[in-house]
């Protein structure tokens, strides 16, 4: 038995239609970390591996691409990372799907941690003896 037309092309237009899309899943990754969101379209580097410097991870961000924009398929990222108070994008993954040219791109959306020096010992209050050593 054939498939009807009809229901064929209902697939089809459906599977054009989710896959062109571009929307970018975004699953969190459980850190405590909270950034407040950038402005549309801010400065976030692309890196192709785990930065030297310390850092976070915010969350993995998929997507896949059609019709990729002028600055790579990488781009369609931007603006959720943006959204999440992201630094920067470790891209994981990108790679073309079918013969069309469609893509996907994946990467993990991450946040900067500041060198945080160790605090100073305290000073005990003048007078108070400190535990294992002698008052003179």
């Known amino acids: 038995m054939k498939p009807a ?3 064929l092309l209902a697939t089809l237009l459906l599977a054009v239609s989710t896959a062109g899309c571009g929307s970018v899943k975004v699953r969190p990754s459980g ?11 801010c400065s976030i580097e692309f890196l192709g591996k785990a930065p030297d410097r310390a850092y976070e991870e915010v969350a993995d961000l998929q997507a ?15 603006e959720k990372a ?9 891209v994981t993954r990108k790679f073309v799907t079918n013969a ?5 791109v994946a990467g993990t959306a991450i946040k900067y941690v ?7 010992p305290e000073e005990p209050p003048e007078g108070e003896q400190v535990p294992g050593t002698v008052n003179l």
């Open 114 to 120: 500041e060198d945080a020096q160790p605090a100073p």
């Open 31 to 41: 850190s405590a970390l909270r950034s407040e969101p950038k402005p549309k379209g």
């Open 100 to 104: 069309y040219g469609h893509m996907l």
């Open 64 to 78: 896949h691409v059609t019709s990729p924009p002028a600055g790579g398929a990488d781009e369609v990222l931007r």
């Open 5 to 7: 037309p009809v229901a």
């Open 82 to 90: 943006c959204e999440l108070g992201a630094d920067a994008v470790v």
